[in-house]
Nanobody
Framework: QVQLVESGGGLVQSGGSLRLSCAASGRTFSTAAMGWFRQAPGKEREFVSTVKWSTNSIYYADSVKGRFTLSRDNAKNTVYLQMNSLKPEDTAVYYC???????????????????????WGQGTPVTVSS
C-alpha cells in the first residue's frame, strides 16, 4: 500500500504562484511514476505533469509548459509542483498520483493517463481569481 498526502493549495490572484507538495509513504520502492492531475468543476480529470522514476524524465501538459515545474526529493519521497503565472483556468482540485512498476515500462501515452496510476491523494484545491 502507498499513502499520498498533498498540501499547498489555496487561493491566489491571477499571475501569482503556489507550490504543491505530495509526500509518499509505504511501498514506494515500486514507484514507476509520480505526478499531478487536476479536475475542474464539470470537467474530466486531466494530466498536468509527471516524473518517470527510473529516468527522472519529467513531462508536462502543453497548457502548463513554461509555467509549472515539477521536482522531486528522493530522500523525502516527495514531489513538488511549483506553479507560476497562474491563470483563472488553472482553477481545479489538484491530485497527486503514483503508478507502480508493472510488467512493461511506462511510455508517454501511459504516463499521461489517469487510469495508469494506482494510488491517489485526497486532492488539494487551487483557486485563481481574475
Amino acid at each position: 500500500q502507498v499513502q499520498l498526502v498533498e498540501s499547498g493549495g489555496g487561493l491566489v490572484q491571477s499571475g501569482g504562484s503556489l507550490r504543491l507538495s505530495c509526500a509518499a509513504s509505504g511501498r514506494t520502492f515500486s514507484t514507476a511514476a509520480m505526478g499531478w492531475f487536476r479536475q475542474a468543476p464539470g470537467k474530466e480529470r486531466e494530466f498536468v505533469s509527471t516524473v518517470k522514476w527510473s529516468t527522472n524524465s519529467i513531462y508536462y501538459a502543453d497548457s502548463v509548459k513554461g509555467r509549472f515545474t515539477l521536482s522531486r526529493d528522493n530522500a523525502k519521497n516527495t514531489v513538488y509542483l511549483q506553479m507560476n503565472s497562474l491563470k483563472p483556468e488553472d482553477t481545479a482540485v489538484y491530485y497527486c498520483a503514483l503508478a507502480l512498476l508493472g510488467p512493461r515500462p511506462m511510455y508517454y501515452s501511459d504516463l499521461t493517463r489517469a487510469g495508469q496510476y494506482d494510488y491517489w491523494g485526497q486532492g488539494t484545491p487551487v483557486t485563481v481569481s481574475s
